[in-house]
Each structure stands twice: as C-alpha cells, then as structure tokens.
C-alpha cells in the first residue's frame, strides 16, 4: 500500500508520536510511506529520515479547496491508497479532495481529543465524516464525544494507544545522581501549559508536605508557557527541597527508570503516551480521572489511583499512600506492566489499525 499521513502542524507531541509508531510498521511490512504538512515541525525531518516521501503545502482551513486540489493531485502523483487524518481540519480537506477531485484514497481518521464542537462543527461532521472509511477513537472517551458531535456511530473503531511490550529491565540510578535525590520519587513528563494541570500537581505536593514526614520528591519533566509561574510558585512557598523543575528532556525513559510512580494530572486526557511508558517501566499511576484515564486504570488493571481533576487533597492523599506502602506502589507497578503486556501493547494496536487500512472501502 501507498499511506500519506497527513497532518497540519508536523510537532512533537503524542499526535505527532503515534504518526511515527505507524509509520514504522508500514515500512517493516514493505508499504511506502508518505507525509504532508502545512506547518514545518520536528515531525518533518523525522519523517524524511525515516524515508518518507514528503510534501509541504498550505491547508488553510478545513474548507481550503486549493489545498484540496492540492492534495488530489499529490494522490495521483503517488497513487496514493490511503490517506490517513489526525485532525478534522486535514480531514475535512480530504473529503473535499474526494468529493470535488475525484481522489480514490481512502480516507481514515484518527481522532485523540475528546472536546465537545460547536453547533456548526457538529453540522460539518455529519456532512463530512460520512465519507470516511473509518475513524479510530483512541479511548472510549473519545468515542462517546465523537458520537455527540455527530460522527458517524457505525464507523467508530475504538483502538487504544500503547508500547511496544518489553520485559522488566529493572531500576536505574542516573536522574538520582544527577539531581541528588533522596527518598520517594514521583515523576510526570508534560507540558506547563493549562490543560495539563500542573499547578494542581504543584499545589498537591504542597499539601502532601504539610501531612508527611517522609522524603519524595516531585519531578516535572517539560517546558511550556506556564513554567514561569511555576517558578514563582514554588519559591514563594519554600517547595524548592521538595519539586525539581527538570525542563526539557529527552531521557524521559531515565527518568522512568529512576522513580517510584508517575503522575499525570491532565484537566483533559484522551490517551497519555507517557502513562504508556511509566507502566512499561512498572510503575503505579496517579491520574485524573479524565478522558481515557479510566480505560487504563480500573478494577481489571488495578495498576493505580485515579483522582478527580481540582481535588488537591485527593490527590495529595493518594501520593501519601504510595509513599506510605512501598510494597503496594509495587504490586500496582506490576500490574502497570502486565497491562502493556496484554491490553495496552503497540502490536495489538497496530494489527487492528492495519486490518482497517487493508479493509478500507
């Protein structure tokens, strides 16, 4: 097969990740792969290292006829058979390039967030979706907010996001010894912006010092437009002992290996890479209790705690418990790992998301 992905912003975040799992798996089983994009990002050169054929034009709306024309042209160029969406803008585009240029690929989408649409987005969805071939729903979250904006019930597949499965590697000391830390570590790999809820986490690791004598140490791994504030915030109140602002990085896998649980306070979640590969590395979860949080951590995986988003005592408390009994953190951690192993793995996804290409009418 011939796969174009196509995406308006070529980024780096978990949108931009799952692009490049997929990408992997048509290139080992011999398809040819193909990128376009309006916005250049990491995710372009990526893309050209990986050998993908790559083609940059604007899309400057989700009803940019030109870029239509533009991409039904790219299509027959490459005889294209599937072209894969991430966001409704491309995907919209797509449908316009099939309707109004006669473009034989097939469409499929792949929606990763879970906000409700305004009335007039929910009209272009029922105008628009129909003409899709199928439309992957990474969390059942997902799928429910789908349907009330109007997708198209019957094409929804649910396919959850996941890592490749690896046995237990065991612990690692680097990030300890690099930012001498003692005790208890919680770690989260994020953004400092709104939705990610780091000020709640911030603001929960207060209260936990306030309730426990024992040691932990709260590791933010990212940058972002809050980051500042959360300078501000943890020297006004005296958490420099207690919160480590790591910035950028891109050793997140040592980080994992180094800490005891991640967290993830997301306002909204669809599905976390991240939480993805703390479980890899058998660690218990915190999360919020948002989005795709509760397909992963429930009564079946029993791999952590979930927390409402806002409640800072809550969450405070359930780092308290993990901090307490050590020997729960584990066998969550174990749990974590058997939840890779056997729901949330790359090669089950993958196996499904490429049943939908090949059966793609």
Same mark, same amino acid.
């Given at each position: 097969m011939n796969v174009l992905f196509l995406i308006n912003y070529a980024g780096k975040g978990g949108t931009e990740k799952y692009v490049k799992i997929l990408s992997h798996m048509l290139l080992d089983k011999g398809d040819y792969l193909f990128f376009a994009y309006n916005e250049k990002g990491p995710l372009a050169e990526e893309m050209k290292e990986l050998g993908a054929k790559t083609v940059h034009f604007p899309m400057n709306s989700p009803y940019d006829i030109k870029a239509a024309k533009a991409l039904s042209k790219i299509c027959r160029k490459y005889q294209i058979d599937i072209i894969h969406t991430q966001f409704a803008r491309e995907n919209y585009i797509a449908v316009l390039s099939a309707v109004f240029y006669k473009n034989k690929a097939k469409i499929i989408h792949t929606s990763h967030i879970n906000l409700p649409n305004s009335p007039i987005w929910k009209?272009?969805?029922?105008?628009?979706?129909?003409?899709?071939?199928?439309?992957?729903?990474?969390?059942?979250?997902?799928?429910?907010?789908?349907?009330?904006?109007?997708?198209?019930?019957?094409?929804?597949?649910?396919?959850?996001?996941?890592?490749?499965?690896? #046995?237990?590697?065991?612990k690692s000391n680097k990030i300890r010894e690099e930012f001498n830390i003692e005790g208890f570590l919680f770690s989260t790999l994020t953004r400092f912006s709104p939705e990610k809820g780091t000020q709640f986490l911030l603001e929960s690791a207060m209260i936990l010092k306030g309730i426990t004598d024992k040691k932990f140490t709260v590791l933010f791994a990212g940058d972002g437009e809050l980051l500042s504030e959360a300078k501000e915030f943890i020297k006004e109140n005296h958490?420099?002992?207690?919160?480590?602002?790591?910035?950028?990085?891109? #050793?997140?896998?040592?980080?994992?290996?180094?800490?005891?649980?991640?967290?993830?306070?997301?306002?909204?979640?669809?599905?976390?890479?991240?939480?993805?590969e703390a479980m890899?590395?058998?660690?218990?979860?915190?999360?919020?209790?948002?989005?795709?949080?509760?397909?992963?951590?429930?009564?079946?995986?029993?791999?952590?705690?979930?927390?409402?988003?806002?409640?800072?005592? /809550?969450? /405070?408390?359930?780092?308290?418990?993990?901090?307490?009994?050590?020997?729960? /953190?584990?066998?969550?951690?174990?749990?974590?790992?058997?939840?890779?192993?056997?729901?949330?793995n790359i090669d089950i996804s993958l196996k499904k998301t490429y049943e939908l290409y090949k059966n793609a009418k």
């Open positions: 009209m272009g969805n029922r105008l628009f979706m129909n003409k899709n071939s199928g439309i992957i729903a990474v969390c059942q979250s997902v799928k429910n907010h789908l349907i009330k904006n109007k997708y198209p019930k019957e094409k929804i597949h649910v396919i959850h996001n996941g890592i490749k499965y690896q #046995d237990f590697q065991g958490m420099e002992d207690y919160i480590i602002l790591a910035g950028f990085r891109k #050793d997140g896998e040592e980080i994992l290996k180094s800490s005891n649980c991640f967290i993830n306070s997301s306002q909204t979640e669809a599905s976390s890479f991240a939480v993805f890899g590395q058998a660690l218990p979860i915190i999360a919020t209790n948002v989005g795709g949080n509760p397909d992963i951590i429930n009564n079946k995986t029993n791999c952590g705690i979930l927390v409402e988003y806002g409640d800072r005592k /809550a969450m /405070a408390l359930a780092m308290k418990e993990l901090l307490d009994y050590p020997n729960r /953190a584990e066998i969550l951690g174990k749990n974590a790992l058997n939840a890779v192993k056997n729901i949330f």
